[in-house]
């Protein structure tokens, strides 16, 4: 069991700095033609280390869970997050968002990140887990289902993507969505704004 306590560290060290994981949710970016943006990340997060001692012991102690609980005045903390709820069993129901000028990058949680490089182009992806870290997340019980749409203005030129599905009804709404349904899966999208 002291193995299952290590593989959940270094999935947080891994993984993410806040040691949340994404579970179920639903993830928007809106990018306008000027390369300005707006996100939302509406769902439910795990904590790593405390699906590691639920697997563990079972269950949390009422100190951890307390503990969890004030974790979330430290989430509030970031003007983007606009609700952030202790569910228990290690779990938060999170609704962030926020918008970004023009060229500011952006690493929500490091649920997904949007960013741009000196030639303008933009990536939007999520983290990459290795196929170790996505075992050792699946011996926690941790696993995911959501979406993320990305919404494109009519200047964007697509350089490549791994959607699930992309634009339809003649390319009039440009939006290209991924269903994730497991921790293996990568959203990514690298586009450049033509002015």
């Known amino acids: 069991m002291k193995k299952i306590a290590i593989i959940a560290s270094l999935a947080c060290v891994v993984l993410l700095s806040s040691c949340l994981i994404p579970e179920r949710f639903t993830a928007k970016v ?13 769902g439910t997060a795990v904590h790593g280390l405390a699906a590691a001692k639920i697997k563990k012991a079972g269950t949390l102690s009422e100190k951890d869970q307390m503990g969890l609980k004030k974790e979330t005045e430290r989430l509030l903390k970031n003007p983007d997050v606009q609700n952030a709820v202790y569910k228990g069993n290690g779990r938060y129901e999170l609704k962030i968002e926020g918008k970004r000028k023009t060229g500011q990058t952006l690493n929500m949680f490091d649920i997904f990140s949007v960013s741009t490089d000196k030639n303008g182009i933009m990536t ?13 997340l699946e011996q926690l019980g941790i696993s995911v289902d959501g979406t993320l749409e990305v919404r494109l203005p009519k200047n964007a030129e697509i350089i490549s993507h791994n959607a699930s599905s992309k634009p339809s009804f003649f390319g009039l709404f440009s ?3 991924w269903k994730i349904g497991d921790t293996g ?11």
């Open 30 to 42: 809106d990018i306008q033609a000027d390369a300005s943006y707006t996100f939302v990340y509406a």
């Open 175 to 177: 939006t290209y969505n």
């Open 124 to 136: 939007i992806a999520s983290k990459e887990i290795k196929e170790k870290g996505q075992r050792e």
């Open 185 to 195: 899966q990568r959203p990514m999208m690298k586009i450049k704004l033509n002015h």
